[in-house]
């Protein structure tokens, strides 16, 4: 919070799941899900710090971190369907801009869930 330099965006990482049939999965993973949503928006959960630093937002940019998780959803998958692999399974890094103090004050609060669908970004940083 008083950071010198505060976070500039705000980051959330997306997992898909492409079966045997070509047919993609979203996991839902974090809070642009409606299922994954905290009530209040503000409220702090592990994974979502998790997710961060899988996307690269801390240290070390999440490389190391990509690829074991990607594993990981792998492997729930097949454990999941009876031992049937998955095509593909891609993380990808969604971002949007936190609005400055000012822009805040001349317009008033924003919902941070309309922001991303209006203002975000989606980049896939890691297929397995």
């Not at 454990?79 to 004050?105: C, F, N, S």
Request: aromatic share 14%.
């Amino acid at each position: 919070m008083f950071a010198p330099n505060p976070p500039r965006g705000n980051r959330f990482l997306k997992v898909l799941v492409t079966d045997q049939k070509g047919e993609t999965w979203d996991m839902k993973t974090d809070v642009y899900a409606k299922e994954q949503y905290p009530i209040p928006l503000i409220w702090y959960t592990r994974q979502r710090k998790i997710n961060r630093r899988i996307s690269g937002a801390e240290g070390g940019h999440g490389s190391w971190y990509q690829k074991w998780h990607a594993r990981w959803f792998c492997r729930t998958w097949a454990l999941e369907h009876d031992g049937e692999l998955p095509q593909k399974v891609e993380l990808v890094k969604m971002t949007y801009p936190i609005p400055t103090p000012e822009w805040v004050r001349d317009h008033g609060p924003y919902d941070p869930i309309e922001r991303l669908h209006k203002l975000g970004k989606e980049t896939t940083i890691y297929t397995a």
